[in-house]
């Protein structure tokens, strides 16, 4: 199967940055578009960023222009590099692929979540 795995949250300063990577790993033959959301205490989970396949991005607006969405396809890999980190940007983030595996000679496609990775700013 697949597993998708965050890492890189932390604790960091009003104004500071973070970088988050995502790593899917597993009998995978295609990774699609791949996403970031976040998850505030009691609020609902939201789209952050989305990257496709080709490279193509869109961001919520409340992040445009301080954070950036990109992938390693050799590695499976998805990044979010955040700057000018504001305390609204407090919660859990994570990771999400549209993934295709091959696997006994059966095609599926499926949607992907890892299993986040907390994200603390402070004043």
């Known amino acids: 199967q697949v597993q998708v795995v965050e890492s890189g949250g932390g604790l960091v300063q009003a104004g500071g940055s973070l970088r988050l990577s995502c790593a899917a790993s597993?009998?995978?033959?295609?990774?699609?578009?791949l996403r970031w959301y976040r998850q505030a205490p009691g609020a609902q989970r939201d789209l952050v960023a989305t990257?496709?396949?080709?490279?193509?991005?869109n961001y919520a607006d409340s992040v445009k222009g301080r954070f950036t969405i990109s992938r390693d396809n050799t590695k499976n890999q998805v990044y979010l590099q955040m700057n000018s980190l504001k305390p609204e940007d407090t919660a859990v983030y994570h990771c999400?692929?549209?993934?295709?595996?091959?696997?006994?000679?059966?095609?599926?496609?499926?949607?992907?979540w890892g299993q986040g990775t907390q994200v603390t700013v402070e004043e």
């Open positions: 597993g009998t995978i033959l295609s990774i699609h578009s």
């Open positions: 999400n692929a549209d993934v295709t595996t091959y696997s006994s000679s059966v095609y599926d496609s499926r949607t992907y």
């Open positions: 990257i496709t396949r080709g490279g193509d991005t």
